[in-house]
């Protein structure tokens, strides 16, 4: 079946630092992906999103590139700071396929002081 | 706005009971979405709804497993009887129009079966 799959599942990175965390899918027909953070006890929270005709978005200190060459997605955290320690899920959209959003497996992203 | 709104946070209990978990969507939201967490497998979808009506329940696990949306503001996920692998943190989220802006999610029922 469909999949959307992470590489890494723990990134450590130093407070200060950029952070890049990737993602691979598998669906070829998707035409829109989103960047979930999820803090310990919450909900899955929107970051940012990215439509299929885009290979670049950019947001208050994150950014999401896009190849659909290769597909993958990858999310880049700029400056990251100890409030950015969470998991980071990237989720697709297929189209066609309604309203339903297909997530990755999520990786830990971990600030170090 | 509040949000959507789960309720409750936490359950426990024992194996064989029934067990309903709610959901209130953010006012407006015509989607809505019941998910499970697990460390094994992650984000699944159960099922979602669409102007209270099931759309795709294609990943409700079994028979145990139902799901009602008898108005805009009211959902439910039921679990009759509760296994000990049910245990997992169950999400609602809902949407607006085709989610274009993605989901909104609840705080989620961390349930335990015992």
């Known amino acids: 079946g469909e999949s959307v799959g992470l590489h890494l599942p723990t990134l450590s990175v130093q407070e200060g630092d950029n952070s890049i965390i990737n993602c691979a899918y598998s669906n070829s027909a998707s035409d829109y992906f989103i960047w979930y953070k999820q803090e310990s006890g919450k909900g899955p929270q929107f970051i940012i999103d990215?439509?299929?005709?885009?290979d670049k978005r950019q947001g208050q200190r994150v950014t999401v590139l896009l190849n659909k060459t290769v597909k993958h997605l990858s999310l880049q955290i700029a400056a990251t700071q100890p409030g950015d320690s969470a998991v980071y899920f990237c989720a697709e959209n297929g189209a066609g396929g309604g309203n339903k959003l297909t997530f990755g497996t999520g990786t830990q992203l971990k600030v170090e002081l | 706005d509040a949000g959507v709104i789960q309720s409750p946070r936490h359950e426990v209990t024992e194996m064989g009971q029934e067990v309903t978990l709610r959901c209130k969507p953010i006012?407006?939201?015509?989607?809505l979405f019941w998910y499970r967490q697990t460390m094994m497998r992650g984000l699944e979808l159960l099922i979602y709804f669409n102007n209270n009506v099931p759309i795709d329940d294609s990943g409700m696990p079994e028979d145990r497993f139902s799901a009602k949306m008898p108005n805009a503001s009211f959902s439910t996920l039921k679990i009759q009887p509760s296994e000990p692998r049910d245990s997992a943190v169950y999400f609602c989220?809902?949407?607006?129009?085709?989610?274009?802006?993605?989901?909104?999610f609840g705080s989620g029922t961390r349930l335990t079966v015992v």
């Open positions: 006012s407006g939201h015509d989607y």
């Open positions: 989220a809902s949407s607006q129009g085709t989610g274009r802006r993605g989901y909104t």
């Open positions: 990215i439509r299929s005709n885009m």
